[in-house]
């Protein structure tokens, strides 16, 4: 991998990050190729399908949407490990900085993110179920 190539993933999840944080919906939709998957265990509870995986920018802008409207029960990330075009991010609890939340794996491709694949940790799971206590769960 070239130090351009480098430069341009590290570029990409900077974006990535500015634009969550701001909650800039066609700022984070832009970051994606245009037949970019998102695969995520928040996809199929959205979309109220089956199936985990958005396609497209379209699905990924009305997740995105939803998202937004709805809050992320998640706080910060640790520093992104980036290996070639592939950059994981763990993410941490939003209660806590030390209790580890979720992890996205991010593959860059052409200065776009072509696949964003989101594995979810217990924590994650209880919080999206409803479930208060995954905040006052032991670690």
């Not at 991998?1 to 990050?17: G, K, P, R, Y």
């Not at 640790?78 to 763990?90: F, K, L, S």
């Not at 209660?95 to 992890?103: I, P, Y």
């Not at 593959?107 to 940790?121: H, T, W």
Request: proline share 3%; with cysteine.
């Amino acid at each position: 991998m070239t130090h351009e190539q480098l430069t341009t993933v590290e570029q990409v999840i900077s974006d990535l990050e500015t634009a969550s944080s701001r909650n800039d919906v066609e700022a984070l939709v832009a970051l994606f190729a245009e037949d970019a998957t998102i695969e995520s265990y928040l996809v199929s509870r959205v979309f109220k399908r089956k199936e985990g995986v958005c396609r497209g920018r379209t699905e990924i802008r009305e997740l995105a949407l939803a998202l937004s409207r709805r809050g992320r029960p998640w706080g910060g990330h640790e520093p992104p490990i980036i290996r070639g075009n592939t950059v994981v991010i763990e993410h941490r609890s939003a209660s806590s900085d030390a209790e580890k939340f979720s992890v996205d794996i991010v593959e860059v491709k052409d200065g776009r993110i072509q696949s964003l694949r989101a594995y979810a940790g217990w924590r994650a799971i209880l919080a999206l179920s409803g479930g208060a206590e995954a905040d006052a769960a032991p670690t």
